[in-house]
């Protein structure tokens, strides 16, 4: 079989080489990409929206330049109301004859939720106030986060703590340890009757005005 062979100029360099440096090869973004597929039917309704009590969590997620990032998807984790971390199965019920997702059956508190980002990096969940978990006496009420997205080659894990706390958070194991601008990250703040913002930023912003959220490791 013939082999395939280059042809070179007497100078060593292949026929057809540009003369000049070759431009960079296009970034490509690393995926996979979660807003496909991830998502179920009711998964930002961990609470009725309409239901007494419930509130609001909302926000954008953004990149270390402050640019919003359109496919993340959040895990939202919480302590039920006696404090228990187990929570109730059903977020993701099927029919058992079709297979449809169902989703939650409107009863149950599951204590946990999962949402896509929008176009323009928001998101918003519908929840029950924060309970500090059974067995952590110091806690303050939080929520687990669990954050996907584009560039990640391993999730992110934070936490989301609300203001009608404040005296908790010199005891909070977690706060107590952070300097009061990096603790003030993971700090939901007011933004109407039931409503929470809650932004998170993937990296600290180049010239410094924002830190980047939070982030925690287990081991």
Do not use: K
Request: glycine share 12%; aromatic share 8%; hydrophobic share 35%.
């Amino acid at each position: 079989m013939p082999r395939a062979t280059t042809r070179h100029d007497p100078a060593g360099t292949p026929a057809g080489a540009p003369a000049g440096p070759l431009a960079p090869t296009p970034a490509q973004t690393i995926g996979p990409f979660y807003g496909y597929a991830l998502p179920f039917p009711g998964g930002e309704q961990v609470a009725p929206a309409g239901h007494p009590g419930t509130v609001t969590v909302h926000g954008c997620v953004r990149d270390g330049e402050g640019a919003p990032v359109p496919d993340a998807l959040l895990e939202f984790w919480q302590a039920g109301p006696d404090g228990g971390r187990t929570g109730a199965p059903g977020s993701l019920r099927r029919d058992p004859a079709t297979g449809a997702v169902l989703g939650r059956n409107g009863v149950d508190f599951t204590g946990f939720g999962r949402v896509p980002t929008d176009a323009d990096g928001r998101y918003a969940v519908h929840t029950r106030p924060a309970t500090a978990p059974a067995g952590q006496p110091d806690a303050a009420p939080y929520l687990a986060v669990c954050v996907f997205a584009r560039g990640l080659l391993h999730h992110l894990f934070t936490r989301v703590y609300f203001p009608e706390h404040p005296a908790d958070r010199p005891t909070d194991p977690l706060l107590a340890r952070l300097p009061a601008a990096r603790a003030d990250t993971l700090l939901a703040r007011p933004d109407g009757p039931g409503r929470y913002r809650f932004d998170i930023r993937l990296q600290r912003s180049a010239d410094g005005a924002h830190e980047e959220t939070v982030f925690l490791a287990y081991r």
